[in-house]
């Protein structure tokens, strides 16, 4: 079963305040991963995927210091909602409860040597985009007292920086020519998922599920099902693709 952050009946919709040169409200999840990043192996597939989202927040931390998102606060909000998500999962593991099925696949496959970095990444990077960003969307709409339109612009804003990443992700972990060449199962991998897909899907599902929040049985066999559906992406895109001498 999936953790959901949110009960109850909506609340109406306003626009949050505007709150310019917002004070560093990322730190804190910057720090954690951080700390994660040192205390890791780096061929551990968490520590992947940690770095590249280290990478992404540092980056949206930056973002958010010089006013490049509509609203700051909103921003913020969502963007801190997002990453807790994925710390939550990875604080349920260290302390031996199931995390959510869409992270599941990359606990147990984290050490595999028949799993390459690149793979790590992107499996990451599946489960955040296709499941907890949308949980996210929700808890912050809930949060701001806002619809979910209201934080669409800087949500593709959001979205627009990890495709951005994402490009870097493959040109940085992607093996070099004659291996890929040799792994023709990675080219089909590659080109089995898209990271602008799995982001639309989200936004799509983020509205859903504000639909259903005054039908909390329905938005949770709703959000089950999402958590099962991402998982199962999240373990095609595992798939071991050589193993060691």
């Not at 910057?30 to 992404?56: E, K, Q, S």
């Not at 496959?109 to 028949?114: D, L, N, Q, S, W």
Request: proline share 7%.
């Amino acid at each position: 079963m999936t953790q959901t952050a949110w009960t109850g009946t909506g609340h109406p919709a306003r626009h949050p305040q505007h709150t310019h040169r917002f004070a560093a409200p990322l730190d804190p999840v910057v720090r954690r991963m951080r700390a994660l990043r040192a205390d890791l192996p780096a061929r551990d597939g968490i520590a992947v995927f940690n770095r590249v989202y280290l990478t992404v927040t540092e980056e949206i931390s930056r973002l958010l210091a010089h006013d490049h998102f509509t609203d700051p606060r909103g921003a913020a909000t969502l963007d801190v909602l997002f990453a807790g998500r994925y710390l939550a999962a990875v604080e349920s593991s260290s302390l031996g409860r199931r995390p959510p099925d869409c992270w599941r696949p990359l606990f147990q496959y984290r050490r595999h040597p028949g799993v390459r970095p690149l793979q790590f990444a992107l499996a990451g990077i599946n489960a955040h985009i296709g499941h907890d960003l949308t949980l996210a969307v929700v808890d912050s709409c809930r949060a701001l007292g806002c619809e979910p339109a209201f934080l669409e612009r800087d949500f593709d804003r959001v979205g627009d920086t990890l495709v951005l990443l994402e490009e870097r992700i493959r040109e940085e972990l992607m093996p070099g020519p004659d291996l890929f060449e040799i792994a023709d199962p990675m080219t089909h991998l590659l080109a089995s998922w898209s990271l602008e897909r799995a982001r639309d899907a989200s936004w799509s599902a983020a509205k859903v599920l504000w639909q259903l929040r005054e039908l909390p049985s329905l938005a949770q066999e709703f959000t089950d099902r999402l958590d099962a559906g991402v998982g199962l992406v999240t373990r095609c895109l595992l798939t071991p693709l050589s193993v060691p001498d």
